[in-house]
């Protein structure tokens, strides 16, 4: 069963960063797309940002200009530099990875245990 281990949560400041990284157990090629999303109390998970195998990147609206994904191959991991945070970005941040399924291999998607990030005013 492939792991994804999420670590650099915390608590900063507005206008502070943060780098989120999510590790998986095994090669991150294995999937079409790595992404992270995030839940805010009483709300819908949200995507974040997504990185898929080809190397093109997706950004929610209130990402862009602010977050990056990004990742490195040789340690499984992608990561998520946060910057210019603001109270509204306070949320349990998870990471995700998407198999999109081939002729044998059905369609699935892991998520990792997610990392809170609490941003104050």
């Known amino acids: 069963q492939v792991q994804l281990v999420e670590s650099g949560g915390g608590s900063v400041q507005a206008g502070g960063s943060l780098r989120l990284s999510c590790e998986a157990s095994?090669?991150?090629?294995?999937?079409?797309?790595m992404g992270w999303y995030r839940q805010a109390p009483g709300k819908e998970r949200e995507k974040v940002a997504s990185?898929?195998?080809?190397?093109?990147?997706e950004y929610g609206y209130f990402a862009k200009g602010r977050f990056i994904i990004s990742r490195d191959n040789a340690k499984n991991t992608v990561y998520l530099q946060m910057n210019s945070l603001k109270p509204e970005d306070t949320a349990v941040y998870y990471c995700?990875?998407?198999?999109?399924?081939?002729?044998?291999?059905?369609?699935?998607?892991?998520w990792g245990q997610g990392t809170q990030v609490t941003v104050s005013s």
């Open positions: 990185l898929l195998s080809g190397g093109v990147t």
């Open positions: 095994e090669s991150i090629f294995n999937f079409n797309a």
């Open positions: 995700n990875a998407e198999h999109w399924g081939t002729p044998t291999i059905d369609e699935y998607t892991i």
